[in-house]
């Protein structure tokens, strides 16, 4: 056996055992993370490659990796400019790529001015009176007071109707008549109820009865 075919055949057993089409799916789809420093995005990026293109000379191999390095920056105007610049090395990418950042954040993030005309008149007495007017707002502001005007104006509206709701649920709740108790005028249909006396059998309360108060009135007599 050869020393070369051992040597294949030991890397074949234990060294990157992936096929070449899963290594370049793995490198074409790679993105920077936010959190993933852009000297380990380069280190990542350079991996992949290697893996990917291993049977290929190594100058196509360095050519991929710069592009996809600045294709899959995390910052995409850094990228996009440091592609067009066409660098040569993986560390001319990632230096094209810093200053492209650096300048980005100089240029957009720097805080607004506050531009004011300022007049001066002077009076019969001497003192001079300074005028100042601010900087009209852009269109973005504008458009957000706006809105806010208008969602303030929906907020009253909506209070109105609430309160002409409750004012009318007052209303209904005073012209509601009493609820009545039960009584045998609420069901006209039912008969009304026989009374009998248990005394005289007649149509009253035993209560009401004219015998029972004269029998109540004789009194019982003992002689010796």
Excluded at 74 to 99: C, F, L, Q, R, Y
């Amino acid at each position: 056996m050869e020393y070369f075919d051992m040597i294949q055949r030991i890397e074949k057993r234990f060294g990157y055992q992936d096929l070449p089409e899963t290594a370049t799916i793995a490198f074409n789809t790679a993105r920077q993370d936010v959190e993933v420093h852009l000297d380990g995005w380069a280190g990542r990026i350079m991996t992949l490659a290697a893996k990917a293109f291993r049977d290929l000379p190594e100058d196509y191999m360095y050519s991929q990796a710069i592009l996809s390095f600045c294709h899959g920056c995390s910052h995409k105007e850094a990228g996009e400019v440091a592609a067009n610049a066409n660098p040569s090395t993986i560390e001319a990418a990632v230096d094209k790529v810093k200053w492209a950042v650096h300048t980005h954040t100089a240029v957009h993030c720097r805080a607004k001015r506050d531009v004011r005309q300022t007049t001066v008149h002077e009076s019969s007495q001497g003192w001079s009176v300074y005028e100042v007017k601010e900087e009209p707002q852009s269109q973005t502001g504008q458009s957000k007071l706006t809105r806010l005007g208008a969602c303030e104006k929906r907020l009253d509206t909506i209070e109105k109707q609430i309160s002409q709701i409750k004012n009318s649920a007052d209303t209904i709740l005073e012209r509601r008549p009493y609820c009545q108790s039960r009584s045998a005028s609420q069901y006209p249909n039912r008969p009304s109820p026989t009374l009998q006396c248990f005394n005289c059998k007649e149509n009253h309360y035993i209560t009401d009865c004219p015998r029972r108060k004269s029998d109540n009135s004789k009194c019982v007599q003992f002689t010796e």
